[in-house]
């Protein structure tokens, strides 16, 4: 199975509304008490960017098993490896945490409007 490509992204162009591919460093200690660090990855749509410059954070929310799964990453974190664009909904308010109890699909904008303004 190949693991598809999607363009990077800058903290500084995340807004509400996108389903990001958000790249994490995680350390751990092994048995032997290494320490080890990996990349996770958590995909979903931003719900809130909330903030201005270094206390600039974002919560991103998705499904796992028909339950929802929400997290706040702040944005000048060094934790934080990569950022990735997967798809953009079109939305007219700035804080979309309506979508928590909604079962509506909102429409999703063409790929040569998504850019941002």
Known sequence: MATQSYPAI????????MTVRVHQKIK???TKGEDKERIQVFE?????VRGS????????RKMSGNVGVE???PLSSPVIAKLELVSQIKTRRKV?????????HLRAL??????TK
């Open 110 to 115: 063409k790929p040569n409007t998504a850019q």
């Open 71 to 73: 997290r706040i990453f």
């Open 28 to 30: 751990e200690k092994n």
């Open 44 to 48: 979903g749509t931003v719900l809130n």
């Open 53 to 60: 410059d270094v206390n600039k954070t974002m919560t991103v």
């Open 10 to 17: 800058s903290p500084q162009e995340v807004r509400s509304g």
């Open 96 to 104: 979309i945490t309506f979508l928590r109890k909604s079962k509506k």
